[in-house]
């Protein structure tokens, strides 16, 4: 089982910074593909990165390809998100999720833990 828990959420202007960070509990974290998804008020959830296992492959949305990155630590059994020249429409909660698998994925489906998610709100 793994428990995962987001921070790092608020309130930014557009065309500033976030970072977000994802804290893992359970001993096969390094193990695990991870990702981070979004859902905006009366949208569906969708797909912004991911990362493999260890941390090789990374596949972005074109939506945020060039402006976020993900990295992992395992060591530190977390997985960030470097949010740069934030758009209104980044407005969201973006959530944390991990998969019983070494390879990254971008389905809602294909992942098997979720956080509780962190608010990210860009003012125009």
């Known amino acids: 089982q793994v428990k995962l828990v987001e921070s790092g959420g608020g309130l930014v202007q557009t065309g500033g910074s976030l970072r977000l960070s994802c804290a893992a509990s359970?001993?096969?974290?390094?193990?695990?593909?991870m990702g981070w998804f979004r859902q905006a008020p009366g949208k569906e959830r969708e797909f912004v990165a991911t990362?493999?296992?260890?941390?090789?492959?990374?596949t972005y949305a074109d939506s945020v390809k060039g402006r976020f990155t993900i990295s992992r630590d395992n060591a530190k059994m977390s997985v960030y998100l470097q949010m740069n020249r934030l758009k209104p429409e980044d407005t969201a909660v973006y959530y944390c999720?991990?998969?019983?698998?070494?390879?990254?994925?971008?389905?809602?489906?294909?992942?098997?833990?979720w956080g509780q998610g962190t608010q990210v709100t860009v003012s125009s």
């Open positions: 999720a991990g998969r019983t698998s070494q390879l990254g994925a971008t389905r809602v489906l294909e992942y098997d833990y």
């Open positions: 359970g001993r096969t974290f390094s193990s695990y593909a």
């Open positions: 990362i493999s296992w260890r941390g090789r492959s990374i």
